[in-house]
Structure formats: C-alpha cells, structure tokens
C-alpha cells in the first residue's frame, strides 16, 4: 500500500478593505495587501472589487499588514500583530497626511531628481518619489504612522542621508546630503 500524503496549505489571513466614508471601493482599483513577517517571504493578494482578499499558504506566527497600489489622497495605516488563521479583519483606506520637505546638497542647494523614500515602521516596502527642480518632494501616508525617510543622490547612490521617526504630518524636512 502506498503512504497517504498530506500536503500542508498554511494558513489564511482574510477579511475586507474598505474607503473610510464609503460602501465600496472605486472602479478598477487595483490594490495588493502584503502580509510582512518572519520570514524573508512577502505574500501578497489583489483585493477584490468588493474589497475583500484573503492571503494563502502563510506559516504560523505574526504579520504586518500594508498596501501597495492605494489611491492618491489615500493612505492605509500598518496593521501589526495579525495572526495567521486570522478572519473577518477589517482594514481602512483614510484620507492620507503628507509629509514634506526638500532635499539640499552639502552646499545647500536644492538637489532635483533625488530619490526619497519612506519606509512606515514595520513594513519592508518603501515609497518612492523623486524631488522636483527645487529638491522638493511630498510622500503621502497614514495620519499617525511614523516611518523612516532616505533621500539619494541622483547622480551618486552612495550618497545618502537618513532621518528616523519622521510622521505623517511632517512639514519643511531638509534632508542634507554628506559631501
């Protein structure tokens, strides 16, 4: 007789993503949730058109939940501590704060085409956005989230500066380039 084999599908995180102040989320929305934990894997689900996703194939432990794809003008806070096995969750897309700021080189002048990224506290993705002519540049994210923010020289990626603990909110950030 040959062994019965069984094969482990892992658990499920599930539940509903909605737009604060409406019924369902906007036509041809293409948003992805991401479940960040333990391992180096990141798995991810489209959200539905009726909001709902479900992420399969998760080892046990626990998660941080985050969105990429969210509309302009909205931002989805990280959601840590999920359970995998959890069901019914119910995330929200709010109106996004911003934060804003400019990048200078060490002679102070503003750096255009710089790369800034912003990395809320818990999540491994980053959002990107390049500064105008005037190093200027504007990140959108959840009120209350903090995060880490980076801006890189256009012509030199070694050439980089940090700034922890910066929150949605934030206004006239100068992030300085080293020489």
């Known amino acids: ?3 019965d084999l069984v094969a482990d599908p892992g658990l499920v995180i599930q539940g509903t993503l909605r737009l604060v102040g409406r019924r369902d989320l906007p036509a041809g929305l ?9 391992q180096s ?3 991810s689900t489209k959200v539905a058109a009726d909001g709902s996703f479900r992420i ?3 080892a046990p432990g626990t998660y941080v939940l985050s969105a990429l794809g969210v509309p302009k003008g909205f931002a989805m806070a990280p959601r840590p501590g999920v359970e995998a096995g959890s069901k019914d969750l119910e995330l929200t897309l709010v109106v996004a704060e911003t934060i804003e700021g400019r990048v200078v080189g060490p002679d102070d002048a503003p750096v255009g085409d710089a790369i800034v990224n912003f990395w809320p506290e818990g999540v491994v993705f980053s959002q990107s956005v390049t500064t105008d002519a005037k190093g200027r540049f504007r990140i959108e994210a959840a009120p209350g989230v903090a995060g880490k923010i980076s801006a ?3 012509e030199n990626m070694f050439r980089q500066v940090h700034q922890d603990g910066v929150a949605a909110g934030a206004r006239e950030l100068v992030l300085k380039l080293p020489n």
């Not at 293409?30 to 333990?38: D, F, P, V």
């Open 30 to 38: 293409e948003l992805t949730i991401l479940a960040n934990g333990a």
């Open 1 to 3: 007789t040959a062994p």
């Open 41 to 43: 894997e990141q798995p």
């Open 152 to 154: 890189q020289d256009p």
């Open 56 to 58: 399969e194939r998760l």
